[in-house]
């Protein structure tokens, strides 16, 4: 059975959106559990401005999920027939979205009732939610080596970053 392969352009930036998602997450976990704690709080604290570096991360997130979801809509589309993969871009742009809608004073205010940010609350929920569906996802349907598949380094003839912007063309003139 041949090794699965992932287009180099998929590989760097889905590596480059997985890499900060994890410190949103846990940041985010830290933020509320500080300021809102509503649901419950974390057993312990941590020091510094957790509100800071979790708005850094985003601000970090926003330009990398705007890139990611352009080529998940040009060349990734059929990717998003896979519920799992179509799941985890909608999680990821809601909670990049209504974090950029969000007044990072609100929460030190104690101001909680705002829309945008149960929004948010929700959306930290189905990070968590989509991301493990994703990785079950791949599991089920490649194992190990499809997921391998997306840390690889090695580029096939015609996948090289000067081919890129030909390869997103291509998908676009080709949209039904």
Not at 95 to 114: C, I, N, P, T, Y
Request: proline fraction near 7%.
């Amino acid at each position: 059975m041949p090794r699965p392969y992932q287009p180099s352009l998929l590989r760097l930036l889905h590596g480059a959106t997985a890499l900060p998602v994890p410190l949103a997450w846990l940041t985010g976990l830290l933020v509320y559990s500080r300021y809102d704690g509503r649901f419950g709080r974390l057993p312990f604290t941590l020091s510094g401005e957790w509100i800071d570096i979790h708005g850094t991360v985003g601000v970090l997130l926003w330009p990398l999920a705007l890139l990611f979801a352009f080529y998940a809509l040009t060349a990734g589309r059929l990717r998003l027939r896979q519920p799992a993969n179509a799941f985890v871009l909608v999680a990821l742009v809601m909670a990049v979205g209504s974090g950029k809608l969000m007044d990072e004073d609100w929460l030190r205010d104690g101001q909680f009732h705002h829309l945008v940010y149960s929004v948010h609350l929700f959306t930290w929920l189905l990070i968590a939610l989509a991301v493990t569906l994703h990785l079950v996802a791949v599991l089920q349907r490649g194992g190990l080596p499809l997921a391998r598949s997306m840390a690889s380094l090695s580029l096939r003839p015609g996948d090289l970053p000067s081919h890129w912007a030909a390869q997103i063309l291509r998908s676009i003139r080709s949209r039904p």
